[in-house]
């Protein structure tokens, strides 16, 4: 046992209700609790933790179901096998679960946890309320001392065989306190990374949402590559490797997205640097909490579907349709973790489109100006998601550094969204936000025009006409529309 202690008792921060009830129940029991895992670690490191983890020798849901009563929270069965069990009581959430498998005390119980750094206790005082005084910390596996070097460490070689998802919980855990593997257990992930495949979608999907929240997502996730697990996670990734690509890229296709998702961090970190013009609206566009994951998703697959539509033409290398392709299969990858429909289109779309910057910049080079029109098709394609797709096709060209590349590619994507901006807030803006000079009842009563696709078109036309500035008013839209009429009329016969 560790002679280390707390510098106070961590648990007077929380509503003196719940330690009242916790002693209440202590005693009508006669049974010890003691507060584990995340609580105590981040109380070590001077930390608060709104959630606990609780420890008892049997029964976890027979004491969550007792506190839910007496608080009137609500009990929520976690796994009946393990004995694992919730309350949810004023926004805070307190688990219990007793001794796990075959321990019989709390030193056996905390040796059979996933990593020393969650392998610590300390024991509630009845008496208290509180923690026991002196606040020692129970430490039977070294945890403390882990948690000074920064270092992540299995309890034993049987943590992986008896919980799987563990492999990513390492890097989670890598990932949210920046720590690192030693040495014995990221070989212990190597040797064993193959069992990732067997825990459920949905808990794989928790464990890679917590890791791409985090600041280290890219460090972790080439770490996750290195150690094998990225090819059974993401075996439609893991067929880039190798996969050659033209002169304007260094890396190959599965290196090259593993970067882009190293330049998307660094972007999201200072956005000015790289947009010095709307570096604010790049902000308040990463203020939505969702924005920076998912476009770190979509940076980690833009190039998904190139390994399918790999081809090679007079000598070139091409890649026609690889976003479409990559967007359908990054939707096979979601639904295969369960993400949220609404994510894991905005990743979709976002995917689909990233080549559309650098096509518009093509043009943009050439006449060195974009036209309201193809700023309205982009703007109507993408949405709200504008600011996320110019990330990503910066982040796109920043991960490709190849001798062929064109030169000062970012400025120029830089300079293209300045214009794609302005355009969108002084002319598409007002149009979009009005309401329309013309709309189906006038084609029906003026025009004798029946509902279907003609109707698209039309609003469609117009709506181009007045972000172009060639219609301004009712009478102009009707005129526009005889035009319109007249031209499809004479490309029939």
Same mark, same amino acid.
């Given at each position: 046992m560790n002679a280390e202690q707390l510098d106070r008792d961590w648990l007077r921060d929380y509503p003196p209700a719940l330690l009242h009830a916790l002693a209440a129940l202590v005693r009508q029991r006669g049974e010890e609790l003691y507060v584990t895992g995340g609580a105590v670690r981040n109380w070590r490191a001077g930390q608060a933790s709104m959630d606990l983890d609780l420890t008892v020798a049997s029964d976890g849901p027979g004491w969550a179901r007792d506190l839910a009563v007496q608080l009137g929270g609500a009990f929520v069965p976690l796994d009946e096998v393990q004995g694992v069990a919730r309350v949810v009581w004023q926004g805070?959430? +307190?688990? $219990?679960? =007793?001794?796990?498998?075959?321990?019989?005390?709390?030193?056996?119980?905390?040796?059979?946890?996933?990593?020393?750094?969650?392998?610590?206790?300390?024991?509630?005082?009845?008496?208290?309320?509180?923690?026991?005084?002196?606040? &020692?910390?129970?430490?039977?596996?070294g945890g403390g001392l882990d948690f000074t070097k920064g270092v992540i460490r299995v309890t034993s070689p049987t943590v992986f065989v008896d919980d799987p998802l563990r492999l990513l919980r390492a890097f989670r855990f890598m990932a949210e306190l920046g720590f690192s593997l030693e040495g014995e257990s990221a070989a212990l992930? =190597?040797?064993?990374?193959?069992?990732?495949?067997?825990?459920?979608?949905? =808990? +794989?999907?928790?464990?890679? &949402?917590?890791?791409? &929240?985090?600041?280290?997502?890219?460090?972790? @996730?080439?770490a996750m590559a290195d150690a094998g697990l990225l090819s059974y996670l993401f075996p439609e990734l893991q067929a880039g490797s190798g996969v050659g690509q033209p002169a304007s890229h260094h890396l190959d296709v599965l290196a090259h997205n593993l970067q882009a998702l190293v330049e998307m961090e660094r972007l999201q970190g200072a956005p000015a640097d $790289?947009?010095?013009?709307?570096?604010?609206?790049?902000?308040?566009?990463l203020a939505d909490q969702a924005a920076g994951p998912l476009l770190k998703w979509a940076a980690l697959f833009h190039d998904l579907g190139k390994p399918m539509v790999l081809a090679e033409r007079d000598g070139r290398i091409t890649f026609h349709q690889h976003d479409r392709v990559g967007a359908e299969g990054f939707g096979v990858i979601a639904r295969r973790f369960a993400?949220?429909?609404?994510?894991?289109? =905005? @990743?979709?779309r976002l995917i689909a489109l990233h080549m559309w910057p650098f096509h518009l910049n093509?043009?943009?080079?050439?006449?060195?100006?974009?036209?309201?029109?193809?700023?309205?098709?982009?703007?109507?394609?993408?949405?709200?998601?504008?600011?996320?797709? $110019?990330?990503?096709?910066?982040?796109?060209?920043? &991960?490709?550094?190849?001798?062929?590349k064109p030169l000062a590619m970012e400025g120029a994507l830089a300079r293209l969204y300045d214009q794609v901006e302005e355009t969108r807030r002084q002319f598409i803006e007002p149009v979009l936000t009005r309401p329309r000079l013309l709309n189906g009842h006038d084609l029906r009563q003026e025009f004798r025009l029946q509902p279907g696709p003609v109707f698209s078109a039309i609003f469609d036309g117009l709506e181009e006409a007045r972000v172009a500035g060639e219609v301004r008013d009712r009478d102009e839209a009707m005129g526009w529309v005889r035009e319109f009429l007249c031209e499809r009329q004479a490309q029939d016969f």
């Open positions: 805070i959430e +307190i688990d $219990f679960c =007793r001794f796990r498998g075959p321990a019989t005390s709390l030193a056996e119980d905390l040796g059979l946890r996933d990593f020393t750094i969650n392998a610590m206790a300390v024991a509630f005082d009845p008496a208290g309320p509180g923690l026991m005084p002196p606040y &020692a910390i129970i430490d039977p596996t992930v =190597r040797h064993q990374a193959d069992l990732i495949t067997k825990p459920a979608g949905e =808990r +794989i999907g928790y464990e890679l &949402a917590r890791i791409m &929240a985090s600041p280290r997502a890219a460090i972790t @996730v080439r $790289f947009f010095p013009e709307h570096g604010c609206g790049m902000i308040q566009y993400w949220r429909k609404t994510e894991a289109d =905005r @990743v979709g093509n043009v943009f080079q050439k006449d060195g100006v974009v036209t309201p029109r193809a700023c309205l098709r982009l703007v109507k394609a993408v949405g709200e998601e504008l600011p996320g797709l $110019f990330m990503l096709a910066m982040a796109d060209s920043l &991960a490709g550094q190849g001798p062929g």
